[in-house]
């Protein structure tokens, strides 16, 4: 059985990143993530990941730029692999359709946030990136 491949948009700003906080499952309700999702069959990780950000976010294809990957993969389980890109915001404004809320974080508030567990082994990556932006 193939891996299903979750995708993760590191979306950065301004020197500041993107965070969105789950709404569930119960386990994870309340801890924050970068916003994302499955890749459907036949569809590439980049057009996976700008569908997921029209899904929960509100924002157009057109909106968003995925680039580069962020980080190593991370294993979900047995039979998932979560992988993370860059991603620039062309215009629009992301709204939590599927969250209970977004917010803006800069490289020094990185380790104040209550991060989901998968997303935590990326912190060293974005502190990263969102340093070579600002």
């Known amino acids: 059985m193939p891996t299903q491949i979750v995708v993760a948009a590191a979306v950065i700003r301004r020197g500041r990143l993107l965070v969105a906080q789950r709404a569930r499952p119960p386990e994870l309700a309340g801890r924050w993530e970068l916003p994302g999702g499955k890749v459907a069959p036949g569809e590439t990780e980049p057009a996976a990941l700008a569908r997921e950000l029209s899904e929960e976010l509100g924002l157009s294809v057109g909106d968003v730029s995925v680039g580069e990957r962020l980080g190593a993969d991370v294993a979900l389980n047995a039979g998932m692999t979560l992988r993370a890109y860059r991603v620039g915001l062309r215009r629009g404004e992301p709204h939590a359709h599927d969250h209970r809320a977004l917010r803006w974080v800069t490289a020094a508030e990185l380790g104040d946030v209550d991060w989901?567990?998968?997303?935590?082994?990326?912190?060293?990556?974005?502190?990263?990136?969102?340093?070579?932006?600002s």
């Open 116 to 133: 989901v567990p998968a997303d935590r082994g990326w912190l060293t990556d974005l502190r990263r990136a969102l340093e070579a932006t």
